[in-house]
Every structure is written in C-alpha cells, then in structure tokens.
C-alpha cells in the first residue's frame, strides 16, 4: 500500500465479505504519509489471523520493490 486510506477500507471489506474464508491477507505499507498504516493496524487487530502486516524500516521502495519484498 501506498497512501491509499482513500480505498484501502473498501479493498478490505470487498475481501472479507468474500465466500471463499481461506485467504490470508499479506500487506506492506510503503511508506505512506496519510493513515493508511494506522487503518491496516485497526484491521490487523480485528483480525489477527487473516492479516499479515510486514513491518520493517525499508522506508518507500516503489511498487516493483514493495511486492518482491512481500514475497520474500
């Protein structure tokens, strides 16, 4: 994610009321300046199982960089 607490609420709840229960959400802000991350750590608490939240000090690695860094 990346300043997106215009949408990111939506893109959440769009997943959650989904039939299919077995999904694990992988996230990792990039370094937003809104409150995108304070939105992913109220979810994250709600649901602790299906939220994995990367945290690390990585600081805005751009798009490409941000998803090969969730997959690894």
């Given at each position: ?9 939506n ?48 600081g ?13």
């Amino acid at each position: 994610t990346y300043n997106g607490e215009k949408y990111i609420k939506n893109q959440i709840n769009s997943i959650i009321k989904q039939q299919y229960t077995k999904w694990i959400l992988y996230v990792r802000d990039d370094g937003s300046v809104d409150s995108t991350k304070e939105i992913l750590v109220q979810y994250k608490t709600k649901l602790k199982e299906k939220i994995i939240l990367i945290e690390d000090d990585l600081g805005n690695l751009g798009v490409n960089n941000n998803i090969f860094s969730i997959l690894q």
